[in-house]
């Protein structure tokens, strides 16, 4: 593997994107090999694509280094270009163990910044500036996350309470829970003190791998031995199966962030959106007069609030309101925008009647 | 042209078939080249095919008759198999022309049982009976009508009142108006003495010529001219072009009914629908214990009372109520079930943006 090396006095940051997910919330659009981060959900470049655009400065920034699947290698390999280097995980094990193998393919000094590969950031500039106040921390070996105001009780996200100032713009991550219950969550909400984590983080390789050895040390062994000997090339390294198979699959926040003591976080307003369903995805929209935000073929008559997006069939809705229509060549979804975190339950029953259909 | 010879005191009838439609009220499903009655709408047989079984019984009919435009010629033929003579219109010039032409193929003492081909009867032996009701008035030169109750204010109708009674179960049509205005519409709901005029006929051909002659006289020259020395073959006539072409376009109500004083309705309570819209496809569909009427691959979650239908791509429909979901290879539409009738407005739109969609 090869091994950045540089003056550890002079900060280089590796971007670090995770697209090992295979989202369902967004079917059919995202398919089991076509998965959210592949796709251009807003107009022009994928979201994988806006990801290492966000971390594309090549003064502060080296080549992206990008955790993935086998079956989605390829693809990112032909969306991000030349320059990207790939580790392709044997095995899906969350965040924590894809996080390690990216630490132990740089040099222990240099700075990760740890991104998901699909999450949207309207106001690249401000996660610049937050990524720009973190630099200091991350290199005096703080674990450093980055905090997005709640507007929800969400259960599916971390959430982080900020405690004493660290320094400009940086605090310490006073309590860090992820997943609450709904009560827990709307608590954290009320507070005003807890923000989400954005599952963006900052930190040098060494003090990650140094808080896996205190917190999760059978997650840096299982890393370690996968990495000992990685197979491929230095563009896409293939870590051993079977070490890394054998690892427990473990979120960062729970195998680390939640019991690490250095941890910060530096508050960013930067519209910030998981676009994890499709009314996330048609709050980041840009919509028509009539509120409906339109990608594709499609033909509206007295339709307001609406998500429609097709990729080939002719759409055409007539006198509907606040409804999420998706046509590909083979499904259509109709559902409205309130209820469109239920896609998950279709697309369980999906796997078990048609599972050609994910 | 093939006439059928018989003892004038041995009532045989010829169903005559009028295919002519090209309705645009349930696409995506209906297609300028699959038009309505081409379609199964109901499992197994096409309105077309439902059409000719109604007046199958050998006893009583003879084979059918159908009036159709060159595009439809081959289906209809391949629908009816044998036995079925067509005639292929030069052009749509509306009814009143296209039963003129039938009325000249045949022999003018022939009775003649017209019926669109793109209508539902759901009990067709209650329609057997009042044909056979008809069938003395027909043969004294009346020109039979059947009326169904009117169960709304409908303005696309001919109204029909009933005057006093002409034999067991038939009337004399006391005033006859095709497509009245909203507010004539309901005073004549109101009045319970008007019945929908179900756009089916029983009269000798003879008759029908003799109330041209009177009331269209060009209709019946320009018919004449056109089948005077007509191509094709006795089991496909082509009426001379030219002639037909210079014919205006009619309907029987308003070229004849509303102006004869031979008019008769037998009323006849069959489970009629002209199946004109989609809400209306939904109401003589069978239907889930949730109320929804499904055709073709769907999945469906706490979704109620909506008719889907699908001729190839699997619809998933979430958390949706009284709505048309509709989806062939190239078109979706979504619209409410009781503003289904403006699918008109959508197809007006799309014959100028997709004509290649209708």
Chains 1, 2 share one sequence.
Not at 188 to 207: C, K, M, P
Not at 254 to 280: I, K, Q
Not at 324 to 331: F, H, L, P, Q
Request: contains cysteine.
């Amino acid at each position: 593997v090869e091994r950045l090396t540089r003056d550890a006095s002079q900060a280089r940051v590796t971007p670090v994107i995770l697209s090992g997910g295979t989202g369902t919330r967004l079917w059919p659009l995202s398919r089991r090999d076509r998965p959210k981060q592949m796709l251009p959900l807003l107009e022009g470049r994928t979201m994988l694509q806006r990801t290492a655009d966000r971390a594309a400065d090549s003064g502060l920034f080296a080549a992206p280094l990008v955790v993935t699947a086998a079956a989605h290698a390829d693809e990112v390999a032909a969306q991000l270009g030349e320059g990207a280097r790939l580790i392709v995980e044997p095995a899906g094990r969350s965040t924590a163990p894809a996080i390690a193998l990216a630490a132990l393919a740089l040099d222990p000094r240099d700075l990760m910044l740890v991104m998901p590969s699909d999450h949207l950031i309207l106001q690249p500039e401000r996660f610049a500036a937050a990524v720009a106040h973190g630099l200091d921390a991350a290199q005096a070996g703080m674990l450093v996350t980055f905090g997005v105001r709640p507007t929800r009780p969400e259960t599916g996200y971390g959430y982080i309470r900020r405690g004493e100032a660290f320094a400009d713009g940086v605090f310490r991550a006073a309590h860090f829970v992820e997943k609450p219950d709904a009560a827990t969550a709307a608590s954290y909400v009320e507070s005003g003190t807890h923000e989400w984590n954005a599952g963006i983080f900052l930190f040098a390789a060494r003090a990650y791998l140094d808080a896996l050895a205190v917190h999760a040390p059978d997650i840096l062994a299982a890393a370690q031995a996968a990495m000992a000997a990685p197979g491929g090339s230095p563009a896409r390294t293939l870590p051993e199966p079977e070490s890394f198979a054998a690892v427990r699959a473990e979120s960062i926040d729970r195998a680390v962030l939640e019991h690490a003591d250095n941890v910060v976080v530096v508050p960013v307003d930067m519209g910030w959106s998981d676009v994890g369903s499709w009314a996330a995805l048609h709050a980041v929209s840009s919509a028509d007069a009539a509120g409906n935000s339109v990608t594709g073929a499609a033909t509206l008559l007295n339709t307001h609030g609406c998500l429609i997006r097709s990729e080939g069939p002719h759409i055409v809705a007539v006198g509907v309101e606040n409804l999420v229509i998706v046509a590909t060549r083979d499904s259509v979804l109709v559902v409205p925008l309130a209820q469109s975190q239920t896609v998950a339950d279709a697309v369980r029953r999906l796997s078990e009647d048609r599972p050609e259909l994910l």
